[in-house]
């Protein structure tokens, strides 16, 4: 199995060690899968438990103080199974399997999507925020109204980098320890392949300080992921960017137009560039193996084949 993973795009972390090894041992796991829908929920689950990255618990925080996780698979078969705005679910990307391998559809949201977790087996209830998450989020001076209250209080603070992912090119992010920005911690996503079978997989918080209800690209098929039987590809960045320009789908086109995998992810994130202006990063497993590519300031990836 051969599986690549990435833990977001954005600024370079205050902690590059101890989020490298978390990376190394998730592609380490995923490696030792029996196949490679197997691969990409065993590599992001430790991912999602851990408070370093944007998935799971350690979460983007959304206006109301809610974290709530999205997350999408894709196999080589072209099925799809995505699970969005889901507080209390840690385990996003097995929510998404859940979707793809036991239900005839695509996508599903919310409550319904917490209660498909919890049928099949995936915890819900999980206390998604941390001390730190919850306290940066407190020091916000936090709306108490409406739609149109939360749209004022997030006007100034969404994609203000806060989440790393950032608004605008190489900007992913100052540093973690500023006052109001969010940690060192982004969005996970994982491709793996037996050699004749691919998966992917991205699971997220999403962007820190979003309107409750926000999804972003991650659960959206061709954006947070794609797979096709050239390949695979996560990508990570800002959300509404990644989602206009179906970054993932563009990258997984690139190898069924013939490019290698390195070349395909450097080729969608040219594209993205020029045409949002904004951050992001992608991971591509093809047939000739692993690339990777970003224009923020860090994306970090690991590797693992056996
Ligand atoms: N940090 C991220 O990658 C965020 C994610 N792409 C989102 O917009 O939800």
């Avoid at 809610?66 to 209390?88: F, H, I, L, N, Q």
């Avoid at 730190?132 to 108490?144: G, H, I, S, V």
């Avoid at 086109?253 to 995998?261: F, I, P, S, V, Y």
Wanted: with cysteine; charged share 25%; hydrophobic share 35%.
């Amino acid at each position: 199995m051969r599986v690549v993973v990435h833990g977001g795009a954005g600024g370079a972390p205050d902690e590059p060690a101890p989020r490298q090894q978390a990376l190394d041992r998730a592609a380490e796991r995923g490696a030792d899968a029996q196949t490679p829908l197997d691969a990409v929920e065993a590599a992001l689950a430790p991912l999602e438990s851990s408070p370093r990255f944007n998935a799971g618990v350690g979460g983007a925080v959304q206006s109301d103080g809610v974290v709530r996780t999205d997350a999408g698979v894709m196999t080589s078969d072209r099925e799809v199974g995505a699970a969005c705005s889901m507080p209390g679910v840690e385990r996003a990307a097995s929510v998404a399997r859940v979707v793809h391998s036991e239900t005839p559809h695509v996508l599903v949201s919310g409550g319904h999507a917490v209660d498909l977790a919890s049928e099949f087996g995936t915890e819900t209830g999980v206390d998604l925020l941390t001390d730190e998450t919850r306290e940066r989020y407190e020091a916000e001076d936090p709306p108490r109204g409406g739609p149109r209250e939360h749209l004022g209080w997030l006007a100034t603070r969404f994609g203000s980098g806060g989440d790393r992912a950032g608004g605008g090119l190489n900007n992913g992010g100052a540093g973690g320890d500023e006052p109001g920005r969010a940690p060192d911690h982004d969005t996970v996503g994982a491709v793996a392949s037996d050699g004749e079978r691919f998966a992917a997989a991205t699971s997220t918080g999403g962007r820190s300080f979003a309107l409750a209800g926000r999804v972003g690209d991650v659960p959206q098929v061709g954006s947070g992921f794609f797979c096709t039987e050239a390949g695979g590809a996560s990508a990570t960045g800002a959300g509404e960017d990644i989602a206009r320009v179906t970054l993932s789908r563009r990258a997984v086109g690139h190898l069924e137009d013939g490019l290698g995998a390195q070349a395909a992810a450097d080729r969608s994130i040219e594209e993205f560039e020029a045409i949002t202006e904004s951050g992001a990063g992608v991971i591509v497993l093809g047939d000739d193996g692993a690339g990777s590519a970003f224009n923020t300031e860090e994306m970090q990836t690991s590797i693992a084949y056996k």
